[in-house]
Structures are given as structure tokens and as C-alpha cells.
């Protein structure tokens, strides 16, 4: 399989989001998933056979924007301590990660290759969705 561009319709997602250092993420993240796994009940309105999102909304210098969530039909009602994000529709460059979790970073250099031999400009702020699918990771770099 060789990484290729996909369109993603616009998507609501209400989760859990916190910002830190980027030598922080390997340490955060597990915690915040295990607070998600936790509290992601209170999650209203959640879109029928859905997966779970781990949303790089932002990357700014050395700090990253993150969001472990649900896809939701509306974001009119937001739990307590969460956030709701609206995603739009966009194009991006897609690819299955079927390896262990601590290798995912791997993936999205195959990407980031991928789009740099096509020419293609991804977005500078590092917008990346990645969608845990039943033991794989569906990988997405937004593409500007």
C-alpha cells in the first residue's frame, strides 16, 4: 500500500484536549486516552459506527495542540472539562498503520515523503487525524 489523497467531510468532535511540550507527548498522551477511556460516556450524540480520534490540532514551535475525542452530530452539548471542535472539510494524505502504537511516527514520515515527492504542501500547523480503527490506525496529514 502507498500513501494517497482522500477528501474528509467536515466533522464534530467533542473530547478531551490538552497542550504541551512536544518531549511531553509520550507521557501525556497515555494519560489523557486512559482520563477519555474514562469519561468518553458522557459523550453526547456520538455518529453510529464511529472510531475514536487522537486530533494534532495545532503545532507551534516545540508546542503541540491535542484532542483524544468522538465524532458527534452536534457539538450543542459539550460535557464539563471537554471541548468540541469543528472540522472542515478538507483533503488529505492518508495512510493504514497496521504496527505497534510506538511506531506511528514512522507512518507519518511516509507520508510527509510521499506528499514532498508529489509536491504537495501540507498544512504548516502539523494538522494530523489519527482514527483507531480495531487494532490499526487510519493516518491523516491535512493537505493545504
Same mark, same amino acid.
Given at each position: ?35 477519555? *477511556?474514562?469519561?468518553?460516556? $458522557? ?7 464511529? =472510531? ?16 483524544? #475525542?468522538?465524532?458527534?452530530? *452536534?457539538? $450543542?452539548?459539550?460535557?464539563? #472539562? ?11 494524505? =492518508?495512510?493504514?498503520?497496521? #504496527? ?26 502539523? =494538522? ?17
Amino acid at each position: 500500500m502507498h500513501p494517497k489523497i482522500v477528501e474528509r467531510h467536515e466533522l464534530y468532535v467533542i473530547g478531551l484536549s490538552m497542550t504541551c511540550e512536544e518531549n511531553e507527548l509520550h507521557t501525556l498522551m497515555p494519560e489523557l486516552w486512559r482520563e477519555f *477511556s474514562r469519561r468518553a460516556h $458522557e459523550i453526547p450524540a456520538v455518529v453510529p459506527d464511529s =472510531f475514536p480520534l487522537d486530533v494534532s490540532l495545532a503545532h507551534r514551535g516545540t508546542k503541540y495542540t491535542q484532542c483524544v #475525542g468522538l465524532p458527534v452530530s *452536534s457539538l $450543542e452539548r459539550v460535557p464539563k #472539562g471537554m471541548k468540541g471542535y469543528h472540522l472542515p472539510p478538507a483533503r488529505y494524505v =492518508f495512510w493504514r498503520h497496521e #504496527g505497534p502504537d510506538i511506531e506511528i511516527w514512522k507512518s507519518f514520515e511516509k507520508i510527509q515523503r510521499f506528499a514532498h515527492k508529489q509536491g504537495i504542501e501540507l498544512d504548516p500547523l502539523d =494538522f494530523k487525524i489519527d482514527e483507531t480503527r480495531e487494532g490499526t490506525h487510519h493516518l491523516y496529514q491535512r493537505i493545504l
